[in-house]
């Protein structure tokens, strides 16, 4: 009888540790899924959020863009953007405006807080950051306003790629913030140099909007080529008659005209050292009364060859004039790198 009751009692402990341990593993299981439920309810906020939508862009007047190695300044003076690491040249506002739309655009995939060892492994440490190996840091983009002060650092880290190496999007975080951002977009600009920030096309004026061209050498005209009216082919009014041989590739001289980069100004104080005199250019009169001269050089080094320009109005329309004005403060100081062919449709005798 006795044996019979421990028996009992034994089974009914049994009975009662195995509920206990139910009792427990239910609660368990419910804390993961609760755990899960929440993630993915986090992750589905998360989901086609645009985090780069409420950046005061238009207070912007300085971005950084740097990573271990390399930075890259751009700064807004007078309402234009320059390239503080290429003698303060004039920067592409096309690449800036490119780049602030796309991140105006970008949404995220998803979102989560990370350690320091997942934002080494994702490449999301600060570029400035002594502490971390080069192959951990990140690219940074910092915004400020005109007076120096910060508005907003985004660090952009490790691709994700599909299958192929291609990448489809690309993890980031901002300043300190620990929590890390799948974007659906990968931003190449980040790995260009000084150079590749500056405006190549300086001036870009149609053929059709050519009234008159006419070649100077050592201060005596060459050659005058000119119509009437727009649509005409030019007439050699003065010049040797091989001239109208060359008319086609002269009257093309301004038509996107584009550089390879820009002399140090530091070296560029003589221009007769890079073949430059200011008695001998081709000079572009416009029907509406601007006046464009190039003075090409009379050498070249190497493969650079060498170009100034001017810039001017005959008229009366005020608008012209300012038109004018800027863009002669904009170019005039400058000796611009040009390739042979670019070089070469400005002829001189």
């Known amino acids: 009888m006795i044996l019979y009751e421990l028996g009992m009692k034994r ?23 609760f755990i899960k439920l929440k993630t993915i309810h986090k992750a589905k906020r998360s989901v086609g959020i645009h985090i780069f939508s409420k950046i005061p862009y238009g207070k912007i007047s300085q971005i950084e863009i740097k990573d271990h190695n390399n930075s890259v300044s751009l700064i807004k ?8 690491e290429y003698y303060n040249y004039l920067a592409d506002f096309s690449q800036i405006s490119d780049l602030i739309e796309k991140l105006r655009n970008v949404s995220t995939g998803n979102e989560f807080k990370a350690d320091r060892s997942t934002l080494k492994r994702l490449m999301l440490i ?20 005109s007076s120096g002060r910060l508005i907003k650092k985004i660090i952009f880290g490790k691709a994700m790629t599909k299958k192929g190496g291609f990448p489809i999007g690309q993890y980031v975080r901002f300043g300190e913030d620990n929590t890390v951002y799948l974007i659906n977009e990968y931003l190449t600009s980040l790995t ?4 590749e920030w500056i405006r190549l096309q300086i001036v870009n004026i149609r053929p059709l909007d050519i009234k008159k061209i006419t070649g100077f ?3 005596k005209v060459e050659y005058i080529l000119e119509r009437k009216k727009e649509g005409e082919r030019f007439q050699v009014k003065k010049g040797e008659e091989k001239i109208k041989d060359k008319i086609s590739k002269i009257k093309d001289g301004l038509n996107y005209l584009t550089i ?19 008695s001998s250019y081709v000079q572009y009169e ?30 009366k329309k005020k608008e012209l004039l300012e038109k004018a004005n800027k863009q ?6 400058w000796i611009f790198e040009v390739s042979k062919w670019r070089h070469g449709l400005f002829f001189l005798p």
Request: hydrophobic share 35%; charged share 30%.
């Open 192 to 195: 260009k140099g000084p150079k």
């Open 77 to 84: 003076e007078g309402g234009v953007w320059r390239v503080k």
């Open 328 to 333: 002669n403060r904009l170019l005039s100081s």
């Open 217 to 219: 050498k050592d201060g």
């Open 11 to 33: 089974g009914s402990m049994k009975k009662n540790t195995l509920i206990i341990l139910l009792i427990f593993l239910g609660i368990a299981t419910g804390m993961v899924l």
């Open 260 to 278: 390879e980069g820009v002399v140090d100004p530091r070296k560029a104080k003589d221009p007769s050292l890079f073949g430059i005199s200011d």
């Open 286 to 315: 416009l029907f509406d009364g601007m006046i464009y001269r190039i003075y090409p050089s009379s050498f070249c080094k190497k493969e650079k060859c060498y170009i100034k320009v001017s810039v001017s109005y005959k008229g």
């Open 126 to 145: 600060d570029p400035d950051d002594p502490n971390a190996k080069d192959g951990e840091k990140g690219k940074a983009i910092i915004f400020k306003n």
